[in-house]
């Protein structure tokens, strides 16, 4: 499969992390990113090969300078709910493939899911969605699916755990289950032996049944 070619309207913060923790060498054939803001160019340009476009998102022209029809990915990431709207709805136009916006009203999201818009990241139901499943998942764990025969267990990783602090080659679920993805709180990854359980740690564990939690727990 061909590497995406993403255009970023709105290089805030969220543009910035994103594209820190993403390895645009490897995983991207071009970025670009559009921001009004031009004490925001050096920042990008530090992080790897991005072209960076001073420019407003509601100016139609700004899209000129761009091909959009080779455009794979648009990221809509402005702090206005209704401009990353209109940002979409653009895209849709250039029949841009994968559209995904940030935004803060969940009815704008319903509105931009209803029209086929796009993908909306809800951010503050996404933010209150973890924490709510951390806080069910620190006593006892939670049962998030099953796959196939099997559960998919969510475990959060507290001080009193006897596993904090141990290394994932350290915590032996025996047959009984498999921890397959980890998430420290800045990224979701395939753990390895060598990391280190940290209080706040999730773990994802595909397990037979929920008595492979009380070997996390305690």
């Known amino acids: 499969m061909a590497r995406p070619r993403i255009l970023i309207i709105g290089g805030g913060k969220v543009a910035e992390h994103l594209l820190t923790l993403f390895n645009i060498h490897e995983e991207a054939e071009e970025v670009i990113v559009v921001d009004k803001d031009p004490r925001r160019r050096s ?4 992080i790897g090969d991005v072209l960076v476009l001073e420019g407003d998102a509601t100016d139609i022209g700004i899209y000129n300078e761009i091909n959009m029809k080779d455009i794979t990915v648009i990221l809509a990431l402005t702090n206005s709910d209704e401009v990353n709207l209109m940002v979409l709805a653009i895209a849709k136009s250039f029949n841009i493939p994968i559209r995904i916006g940030r935004f803060t009203d ?6 931009v899911s209803s029209l086929g818009l796009g993908i909306p990241i809800v951010q503050p ?3 209150a969605n973890i924490i709510a499943q951390i806080i069910s998942s620190i006593s006892n764990g939670k049962v ?5 025969e099997d559960k998919m267990l969510m475990v959060s990783i507290s001080e ?3 596993v904090a602090e141990s290394s994932i080659r350290n915590v032996d679920l025996g047959e009984d ?3 397959i993805l980890l998430f420290n709180g800045l990224k979701l990854k395939i753990p390895e032996p060598s990391d ?5 740690n999730i773990l ?6 929920e008595e492979v939690i009380r070997k996390i727990k305690g």
């Open 196 to 200: 280190i359980l940290k209080p706040g």
């Open 125 to 127: 139901v996404v933010v």
């Open 204 to 209: 994802f564990i595909l397990a037979r049944n």
């Open 144 to 148: 998030i699916g099953n796959v196939g």
């Open 160 to 162: 009193a755990d006897p």
């Open 177 to 179: 289950g498999k921890i």
């Open 43 to 46: 920042i990008f340009e530090k």
């Open 106 to 111: 969940s009815k704008i999201a319903e509105l």
